[in-house]
């Protein structure tokens, strides 16, 4: 049980078909056709967030019906396995981004694909990576691109921009996510420059939420996500929570295929115009990404710790053309996905 949820795990023997549905006095009945109940495997209640969990033997179904003292709006379910389980996530009313919205819609609350979130990565007393030559903070580099981004989006009237930070503050990756899913908005665009131990690594790279499949993306989702679960325990352990894992599993795959395509398209247009080389897309477990409800990408436009790339991030027109070449990936999505 956390704060903004409980898991329900009921042990099957098999994958057996099941129906979920909600009854009034907060009631979550899980019925199994053709199911058997082993009354003596039904744990005692010590949840604080359940009041009494009920098995009922049909004669040809089973039914568990749990009561909940809270009421709930969202939870998601599916099989798990070793051992096998089906696993209820449930998220408290009050954790929803609006107590109103019963169901995570799609794309944005309107057909339109226009409210966009620019996230500046890092901020205030977080300064991200730091440049080998001139000390160059990541967070000042961000915010500029980020700048840029939302001046292009904002003369143009098919958007609406968003901003997690607007000024030199550090904002948790947590209350960013709250900003991009309070606003409703249609697609989340994390600004970050990479760094690297190795002084020869360079290029720009675009990546979405998905678990990682290599080191090095992992790697880049660790330092971005590092300051985060240092300066906050509690989310720390949240992260590492099983109801945290399955609810951050389904949230991503619902984006997974229009944030790969998102990113492939901000890898595109970066290529075109700008003068790095890419490292091509790829995917990690970002933290700030996983808390969104909505496609979602981080760029890290060039590799900081790389002196050559440090120059050209201090310099006005790369940063103008990597704002550009996003804000285009940003307008092809948009002209690919809206009112679908
Ligand atoms: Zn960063």
């Known amino acids: 049980v956390k704060e903004n949820g409980t898991l329900i795990e009921v042990f099957t023997t098999d994958s057996v078909p099941y129906q979920i549905y909600q009854s009034e006095g907060n009631w979550l009945n899980i019925e199994f056709p053709g199911g058997r109940i082993n009354r003596t495997k039904i744990a005692a209640v010590t949840s604080p967030a359940v009041i009494k969990i009920d098995a009922f033997q049909f004669p040809n179904s089973a039914q568990l019906s749990i009561q909940l003292r809270r009421s709930f709006s969202k939870y998601r379910h599916g099989y798990k396995s070793d051992p096998r389980r089906l696993q209820i996530a449930i998220e408290d009313a009050s954790f929803a981004p609006d107590s109103a919205v019963t169901s995570l819609t799609r794309i944005g609350p309107d057909d339109k694909l226009?409210?966009?979130?620019?996230?500046?990565?890092h901020g205030g007393n977080e300064y991200g990576a730091i440049g080998r030559k001139w000390k160059?903070?990541?967070k000042d580099i961000t915010l500029e691109i980020a700048r840029e981004l939302a001046k292009l989006l904002r003369k143009d009237d098919k958007f609406k921009v968003v901003m997690t930070r607007t000024k030199d503050e550090a904002v948790p990756l947590n209350k960013r996510a709250k900003i991009a899913n309070d606003a409703r908005a249609d697609l989340f665009v994390s600004i970050h420059c990479n760094a690297s131990p190795k002084k020869t690594a360079h290029g720009f790279e675009v990546f979405y939420l998905a678990?990682?499949?290599?080191?090095?993306?992992?790697?880049?989702?660790?330092?971005?996500?590092?300051p985060f679960l240092v300066d906050d325990p509690n989310l720390k352990a949240e992260a590492q929570d099983d109801l945290s894992a399955i609810l951050n599993d389904m949230i991503q795959t619902e984006f997974l295929a229009e944030s790969a395509d998102l990113a492939s398209m901000a890898d595109m247009e970066m290529r075109k115009s700008l003068s790095i080389k890419s490292r091509g897309v790829d995917h990690a477990g970002f933290v700030v990404l996983n808390r969104v409800y909505m496609p979602s990408i981080l760029v890290e436009t060039a590799v900081i710790s790389n002196t050559d790339e440090e120059k050209l991030l201090r310099d006005k027109n790369f940063r103008r053309q990597a704002a550009e070449a996003i804000y285009s990936a940003i307008k092809r999505f948009q002209a690919k996905y809206e009112g679908k």
């Open 114 to 121: 226009d409210v966009i979130v620019i996230d500046a990565g």
């Open 211 to 226: 678990p990682a499949k290599n080191d090095s993306a992992r790697a880049v989702a660790q330092a971005e996500n590092a």
């Open 136 to 138: 160059t903070r990541e």
